[in-house]
């Protein structure tokens, strides 16, 4: 399984929509425009990873996407790999289904840094790659 692939699970799948920066990139974290109107009252589930010849994912993380994002800028254990490049995506999810994608996301994913699983049983949502 490729570290940034996933595991399969067995419910049925909802579909999410990813966002990226213009032209169809990836976009930097440190460089996201996050005053953009895209992000006034977004919420949702998002991913920070590093690519390259082992890319990772760093954390999945839900909330207000811009306030969360904002504040992983500044936090020192995303910082540290920084270095890599830090990359990040995100989706709107409606407030029921939140937890439970959240949850798929950690146990799919493995992030660096949050190992912590909601407790909602997951749901199943196709990866942003």
Known sequence: MSVLGGQPYLSEELSLEWGKCEGGQWCLLRSLNLQHPAFDGLHGVYVIWYGGSDPRVVYVGQGAIAERLRAHRTSLDILRYAPQGLFVT?????????????SFLVRALSP??????????????????
């Not at 409606?94 to 959240?102: A, F, K």
């Not at 699983?117 to 749901?123: C, D």
């Open 90 to 102: 995100w989706s709107p999810v409606e407030h029921g289904q939140i937890d439970g994608v959240q």
């Open 112 to 129: 660096l840094e949050n190992k912590a699983v909601p407790s909602a049983p997951p749901v199943s949502v196709n990866f942003p790659w």
